[in-house]
């Protein structure tokens, strides 16, 4: 069973356009919810994360809306780029940052942006 | 600073074999997780360890195993290699303020595959 589900599987995005990927999730003990980007032959990396206390964060180009009634969240990437094109993994955990260790992952979303 | 660093990269088995994983966390982390990462399930949890304890540990058979040492240096073994075990395993390793696990470091995996 999924915990964290993810769309669209694939996206392609023209240079300078947004590329918005979205994440739902049913455990309510949540309590934090990272962004991960996997460039090829490469394990993922942290890009931008976020609490439920807030809505939005922000950090250059990418941001975080997080949707605390329905559930959801979403990464919105801004002035789209070539170099931005991986896989982006949304993931979940829960028990107040002390099992963070454990984290539940999206299936994954491959981006990418066109020149 | 050195990140995180895995071996073998690339490994070969048959089925029925075991094999052995090693993983070296960012200096000064303490906290080692493992995933292991297949097209078809996407990333998932097998384990976490903190100061050569396990504290978590996710939904694999007791096929897959794996300790620290107090040098915080990590591996894991899975052993009856079967040909669903073929797959990317990646460490991750966090610091632990307070009892809580930070930021996951992920390294760059050991690529099994079975035959």
């Known amino acids: 069973q999924q915990q964290v589900k993810q769309s669209p599987q694939s996206l392609i995005v023209q240079k300078g356009g947004i590329s918005i990927i979205n994440c739902a999730y049913e455990?309510?003990?949540?309590?934090?919810f990272p962004w991960y980007q996997q460039f090829p032959g490469k394990g993922p990396a942290l890009l931008i994360a976020?609490?439920?206390?807030?809505s939005e964060k922000k950090e250059g180009r990418f941001t975080i809306s997080f949707n605390k009634s329905a559930k959801q969240f979403s990464l919105h990437i801004m002035d789209s780029q070539p170099g931005d094109s991986a896989t982006y993994f949304c993931?979940?955990?829960?028990?107040?940052?002390?099992?963070?260790?454990?984290?539940?992952f999206g299936r994954g979303t491959q981006l990418t942006v066109w020149p | 600073k050195a990140g995180v660093t895995q071996t073998p990269r690339y490994l070969i088995k048959t089925r029925g074999q075991q094999v052995t994983l090693s993983c070296s966390p960012i200096?000064?982390?303490?906290?080692v997780s493992w995933y292991q990462q297949t097209p078809g399930q996407g990333l998932q949890f097998l384990f976490e360890?903190?100061?050569?304890?396990?504290?978590n540990k996710g939904n694999f058979p007791g096929r897959f195993s794996g300790r620290q040492f107090s040098n915080s240096r990590s591996e894991m073994n899975v052993s009856t290699l079967e040909l669903g075990d073929s797959a990317l395993y990646l460490c991750?390793?966090?610091?632990?303020?307070?009892?809580?696990?930070?930021?996951?470091?992920f390294g760059e995996g050991s690529r099994l595959t079975v035959l």
């Open positions: 991750a390793s966090s610091l632990v303020t307070s009892g809580v696990t930070g930021e996951l470091f």
């Open positions: 455990n309510t003990a949540f309590d934090y």
């Open positions: 976020i609490r439920p206390d807030v």
């Open positions: 993931a979940a955990s829960q028990g107040g940052g002390s099992t963070l260790g454990r984290l539940y």
């Open positions: 200096s000064g982390h303490r906290s």
């Open positions: 360890y903190f100061s050569e304890t396990q504290r």
